[in-house]
Structure formats: C-alpha cells, structure tokens
C-alpha cells in the first residue's frame, strides 16, 4: 500500500512514562505505516528538560509557531517528590503554560462520544466543549490581609500621572481579607476570535457565559468585546454555516448545561473554565476520553494533546514488566486532529480522509466492545476488557484493511 505524502511538518512532542509508551506505539503502529511525513520531533521528557535547562519546551513552541501544527504527548509537571525521583536543577514550570504563553492560544477541551460507554450525564450525545479564557483573572490576582481597622481602596494612576481613579471598597472595622484582579482587552479580543474561528470550524454553535448584571464594568467589557468581534467579523459567515453566538449569564448557562445535549461551545472566563472544565470532563466519564486542542486567535496554529497526563500508576506496573490497560484513545485522536489540520492547511483531502478513518476505526472498535479497562469498569462487570497491545493490534489491522 502506498503511503500517503504530507508536504509539510508536524511539530511531535514526546513526553513521560506511560503516555510516552503510548505516543512511540502510535506512531510506530497507526502513523509512519501509512504516512510519508516529516516528524519534527522535540523530547520534552523531563529528563531532557532538566538537561536543557528547559530550553526545548521552548524551541518546540517557537517550531509550533513555525510550523502551525504541532502534537504533544503528556509530560510530567515536576513536583517536590519529582525534584527527587529525577534529581532536578529546579523545579521546571508545566510545559502546557509555557507554550500557551509563546503561541497565545485558547484551550478548547472536548470529549470523544461512545455510544455504549455510560455517561453520568446520560443525554449528553454531542461535545460540550469547554474554551477557557486562560488569562488574568484571579490568577494574577494580589491579595491583602486586613489586621487593622481601615480603608481599602483600588487606585488607578495614569503612567504620566495626569489621571487617577479611586473607588473605596470597603471600611473595615475588623479583620478581613481584600483581593483585585484585572484582564486586558487584547486578551480578550484575541480569545474571542479563537472562539469564533473553532466555532466555524467545527460548525457548532457558541455561548459565552459571564456574571455581567453583577460586574457591570468587568464582565460587561467580555459581553461587548465578543459581541462586537461577533458583528463585524462572523456574524455573516456564522449565519451561512447556520451557527450562532449568544451570551448567557453563568447560572443560566450551567442550567442549560445540564438540561441539553451537547454540541456547542461553552466559552468561559479563566475561573470559570477551571471549574467547568473538571465538572463536564466528569460529566462524560473518562478522562481517556478527553482531547484538548490548543488554538491561536485566527484558527492557523494549532496544537493538540489528551488531557490526561502521564498515569503514573500504569508505568509502574510496566515497568516491572507487566502489560497495562492503558487507554490511548485520547492521544490517538490528538494525533488525528493534527493530520486532519495539517491536511486542511495543506489542502490534503487524502491526509484528512486518513484521519478521519482512524477517528472511525477506534470509536467503531470501541463500540465493537473491544476496550481498556477504564471504560470496561464504566460499562459493567460483564464488560470485558483488553490490554493497550491488544487494542493497538485491532486498529492497526483495521487501518490496513
Ligand atoms: P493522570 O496521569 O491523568 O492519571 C490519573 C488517573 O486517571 C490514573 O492513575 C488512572 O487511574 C486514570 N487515567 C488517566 N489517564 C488514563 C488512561 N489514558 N487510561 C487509563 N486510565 C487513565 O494524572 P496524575 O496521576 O494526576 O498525574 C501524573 C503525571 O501527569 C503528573 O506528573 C502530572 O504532572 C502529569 N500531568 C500532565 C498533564 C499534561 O501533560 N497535559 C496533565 C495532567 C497531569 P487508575 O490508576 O485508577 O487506573
Ligand atoms: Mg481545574
């Protein structure tokens, strides 16, 4: 069979443990078989990152950037016990931040459907996707202590000193605590036009959901900055691909959440999408599920990962030479959905086909009652369940045929 030629490069990420065994089978059994392509591979192993000093989490974002496409296998965020168990120089931020800083994408978080795996929120048929706003917000937030009687105010000084706003907050006459945020309107802006351009791309209709009859200047700047995105630049695109945008109160939406059956995107602030990320993941069962891709303000740049991370647990029993269980759906549609953008950009019908193809085979397979043991334990005690070889075994063969 010959082999499918991509013309350009995909960024690869390799990472940690269990995940990392997953990442070299897929490629070796479901991706170089079939594909005359270009890996341009980036060890971000925390070995590696502590030998460059964290200098490769870099240069793999900056040949995203480059390159527009890039996929990434989960990687260790070094803790105190890691700092141990590696011998660390330091303590290495989480690569996820580092390149969401450099490539200045929103996160959009979205399930894989199996019609046989039990939801806990039975009717929810289609993705909710969650796109969150990871910017300001109480993340970059500075808090007080109040200790003594006072006034707390918020200041505003204009840089050539000719403005000052000041608003008192709160007069205390005992102990409490103060905190003050803030957010940009760039920020926003460029979250609200990756919003839109991963809406029409795939066709599923957005809500931003914010608490604007409470901040009437804070959540009222997001309601407008999207609402005037939305007018001027895809309201008529939006309207011929029969999509819509509407804002929603916070509560209003989490009841709709709940009460409808997926198929939109939920666009939330920074705190928000924290919180409702976890909650709707939950929702659908497994995190073996769960795909995030990583998207720039105009839709070229992406990157696309599973939102697990390492599973630990099962790399220690392979490592003592057992077989695992491991679920490697999620990094297998990570890495359909970078084919499948390359293929766009590239306007590569052929890749995009295979792509799509592999999507088809697993969830077919899946509903075939061929799976890991995460999802078996969803199903039932009749469920049987097979090892992550087994299953690689299965798609393979079914790729070739
Ligand atoms: P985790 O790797 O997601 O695993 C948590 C538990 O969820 C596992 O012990 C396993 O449960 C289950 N699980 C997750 N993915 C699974 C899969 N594909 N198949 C079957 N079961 C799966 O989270 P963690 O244990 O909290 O973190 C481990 C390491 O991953 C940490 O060093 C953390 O820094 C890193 N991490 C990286 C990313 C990322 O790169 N995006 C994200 C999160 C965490 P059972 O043990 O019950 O089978
Ligand atoms: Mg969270």
């Not at 891709?293 to 740049?301: F, T, W």
Request: proline share 3%.
């Amino acid at each position: 069979m010959p082999k499918i030629k991509v013309k350009n490069p995909i960024v690869d990420i390799n990472g940690d443990e269990m995940a990392r065994v997953i990442w070299d089978k897929i490629k070796e059994s479901l991706i170089l078989p079939f594909l005359d392509i270009n890996l341009l591979e980036f060890d971000l192993s925390i070995v590696n990152r502590n030998n460059t000093d964290d200098q490769v989490t870099i240069e793999a974002a900056k040949a995203i950037k480059k390159n527009n496409v890039g996929v990434k296998c989960a990687t260790i965020t070094p803790d105190d016990k890691r700092i141990i168990e590696y011998n660390l120089k330091r303590k290495y931020p989480s690569p996820n931040g580092t390149i969401r800083n450099i490539l200045n994408g929103t996160i959009f978080r979205e399930p894989i459907i199996i019609k046989n795996i039990p939801k806990i929120v039975n009717h929810w048929n289609e993705s909710v996707v969650i796109a969150r706003h990871a910017f300001g917000d109480i993340y970059k937030s500075r808090e007080i202590d109040i200790k003594k009687n006072g006034k707390l105010t918020l200041k505003f000084e204009s840089a050539d000193k000719k403005e000052v706003v000041e608003e008192t907050i709160f007069e205390f006459d005992s102990p409490g605590v103060g905190i003050s945020y803030f957010n940009i309107d760039s920020s926003i802006r460029d979250f609200a036009y990756s919003c839109f351009n991963f809406a029409l791309n795939r066709k599923i209709p957005i809500f931003l959901s914010t608490k604007n009859t409470i901040l009437q200047k804070y959540d009222e700047r997001f309601k407008n900055i999207f609402e005037e995105v939305y007018e001027k630049k895809f309201k008529k695109k939006f309207q011929e691909n029969n999509i819509s945008y509407q804002h929603r109160l916070i509560d209003d939406m989490v009841a709709c959440m709940l009460k409808w059956s997926g198929g939109f995107i939920w666009a939330c602030k920074n705190y928000d999408g924290d919180v409702m990320s976890d909650l709707v993941a939950q929702g659908y069962g497994s995190l073996g599920l769960m795909t995030s891709v990583l998207q720039s303000p105009d839709g070229k740049i992406i990157e696309t990962e599973a939102a697990h991370g390492t599973v630990t647990s099962h790399y220690r029993q392979h490592q003592n030479g057992l077989q695992t269980s491991t679920n490697p759906i999620a990094s297998i549609f990570a890495w359909t959905r970078a084919l499948s953008h390359r293929g766009e950009l590239d306007k590569n019908k052929e890749l995009e086909d295979f792509a799509k193809k592999l999507e088809n085979i697993c969830i077919e397979t899946l509903e075939n009652g061929e799976m890991t043991k995460d999802l078996a334990l969803m199903v039932g005690p009749e469920q049987k369940w097979v090892n992550t070889t087994q299953l690689f075994e299965t798609i393979k063969k079914k790729l070739e045929n």
